[in-house]
């Protein structure tokens, strides 16, 4: 492997673990807000050991998200020096801003909220809390706008051989990053909603505290199903953005190869990349894709075909991540439309097969959130910032491939390691229950 492609595997592996941790913090935090405002108001002492067990398990995954996080911004100088030096001044400004500003926003209430247990009054508590929730948020907001600059440029122009920007409110307003910003958000919902559920469930099972857990069962369920509503719009809302501005990328998505207006929808298809074709179709719905894509049945979708072989993405690990990431998402509504009943029938005891189900379907929106960063990712391919700089030109120049060896094995460890703790801590915590 040359030094690109470890480069490219190195920054996946990072980003994509990474990534386990975050979404489950931008959920996690607005339940526990929730619950400590319960308590805030009510001073009923259920509601305080939820906001105590549910906010542990948000400090230790807070924790581990700011560490690998770090470590993943250290490869724009170590792998990726040419893209930061053709594209830094407009690439830095929002993750400054996302330093400077809501990083230590959620980092500076969060220890108020870890040390003024007893110094503050419930009511100011509580409040600490909800803006460590709002601030999370915002931190990705930052973030999710500059990959949304990558994904869809603009602002700017060229100039000394560099990009330069010329207009901030264009990046902030790029409707690319925004709806990356709700998609990416309303999943980490979803994540946080079935964690409480899964984790609930778990002790459901074991009659551990039910009356709480009970509690916590249903404010998950409402959560997650929310969510999962409003991200299927996201989503929608998203592959239409993509058809527009990245038609290469939907192309992928759904494996058209041939340009055609009243596309159909094909159900069933296996991609065939080498003969730039699907080896299998079945079950096509008329005019559908053309609806999809557009919002309108004659509307023309551009096929691979009218790309050329070097500008096109990997056909195979984007269709199938696409397909599998919407069929978990119409899972996820389905799942938290039938648990949110459950629970308001007061059924949750009579159910041990569904709690079962709930419990091990918790790692299924983390799978969802990732397959969608490939897609994200992946479909963007060749192109680093799309239609501007290719990967290929990002990487470093005096970068060798021993280095990147190394640099990816010392990751991986270092990784796997605070994997490992993560899971231990919250296993650990998870299983004691609340203390009342």
């Not at 993750?95 to 007893?118: K, N, P, Q």
């Not at 009218?306 to 096109?312: I, L, S, T, V």
């Not at 308001?344 to 983390?366: N, V």
Request: hydrophobic letters at 55%.
């Amino acid at each position: 492997m040359d030094v690109l492609s470890l480069s490219r595997l190195q920054f996946a592996v990072t980003a994509m673990f990474h990534f386990l941790f975050v979404p489950l913090t931008l959920g996690l935090g607005w339940l526990v807000a929730w619950f400590e405002t319960r308590y805030a108001r009510s001073g009923e002492a259920e509601y305080l050991a939820l906001t105590r067990f549910w906010g542990k398990l948000f400090l230790i995954n807070f924790a581990l998200g700011v560490v690998t996080g770090i470590t993943m911004e250290f490869q724009f100088g170590m792998n990726w020096a040419e893209y930061s030096k053709y594209v830094g001044d407009i690439f830095g400004a929002p993750l400054a801003i996302e330093a400077l500003a809501a990083f230590f926003l959620e980092s500076t209430f969060i220890g108020v909220w870890v040390f003024g247990w007893g110094r503050l009054s419930r009511k100011a508590h509580a409040a600490a809390m909800w803006i460590v929730a709002f601030a999370t948020n915002m931190s990705a907001l930052w973030i999710l706008l500059a990959n949304g600059w990558m994904q869809r440029p603009v602002g700017y122009v060229l100039r000394n051989g560099r990009a330069e920007m010329v207009d901030f409110k264009a990046l902030l307003l790029n409707s690319y990053g925004w709806l990356e910003f709700f998609h990416t958000v309303l999943a980490g919902w979803v994540i946080a909603g079935f964690f409480v559920m899964g984790v609930s469930a778990w002790h459901l099972l074991r009659k551990n505290q039910e009356n709480l857990f009970k509690r916590s069962f249903g404010a998950g369920a409402v959560f997650a199903l929310a969510s999962s509503l409003l991200l299927a719009v996201a989503g929608d809302m998203s592959a239409v953005n993509a058809a527009r501005y990245q038609p290469a990328k939907f192309a992928a998505m759904e494996a058209v190869w041939e340009t055609r207006s009243a596309a159909p929808y094909t159900l069933c298809l296996i991609p065939s990349p080498t003969g730039e074709c699907n080896r299998m179709e079945m079950l096509k719905i008329p005019y559908a894709l053309s609806l999809m894509a557009f919002h309108s049945l004659h509307a023309e979708v551009t096929g691979l075909k009218d790309f050329a072989p070097q500008d096109r993405p990997p056909v195979v690990p984007v269709f199938f991540s696409f397909r599998a990431m919407v069929l978990l998402g119409g899972l996820f509504i389905l799942l938290s439309a039938a648990a949110v009943w459950v629970w308001r029938k007061d059924r949750l005891q009579a159910s041990p097969g569904f709690l079962k189900l709930m419990l091990f379907a918790i790692p299924l929106p983390y799978l969802a959130i990732q397959l969608g960063w490939l897609v994200t990712e992946l479909g963007r391919q060749p192109w680093a910032v799309y239609g501007l700089m290719r990967t290929a030109d990002g990487v470093s120049k005096t970068v060798t491939a021993g280095q990147v060896w190394l640099s990816l094995g010392g990751f991986t460890l270092f990784y796997s390691a605070l994997g490992l703790v993560d899971v231990w801590l919250l296993a650990k915590y998870a299983r004691k229950g609340m203390e009342v």
